[in-house]
């Protein structure tokens, strides 16, 4: 996949893997879960890891959401 998006942008796009979990509880406070180097976060931590600042432009962010979007189909 990151080949698939340096190929469609100008800049290098990291992709960091991470499961979301909605209802957290049972999650430490501090520190992150691991599992085989994907870090398992609350929402809240997740927001912060995708909203962090990159060098992406709004016109990079927009054609990486449509790329992504018919690459990655929801399941059904």
């Known amino acids: 996949m990151t080949d698939l998006l340096r190929v469609r942008t100008d800049h290098a ?5 991470c499961l979301c979990i909605v ?3 049972g999650l430490p406070l501090l520190g992150t879960v691991q599992v085989r ?7 809240r931590a997740t927001a912060r890891l ?5 060098p ?11 790329l992504l979007a ?3 189909p929801a399941a059904a």
């Open 37 to 43: 180097d994907v870090a398992v976060l609350t929402t």
């Open 70 to 72: 018919n690459e990655l």
């Open 56 to 66: 992406l432009t709004a016109a990079d962010i927009d054609r990486l959401t449509r």
């Open 23 to 25: 209802d957290a509880d």
């Open 50 to 54: 995708a909203a962090r600042p990159g």
């Open 13 to 17: 796009v990291v992709v960091t893997a």
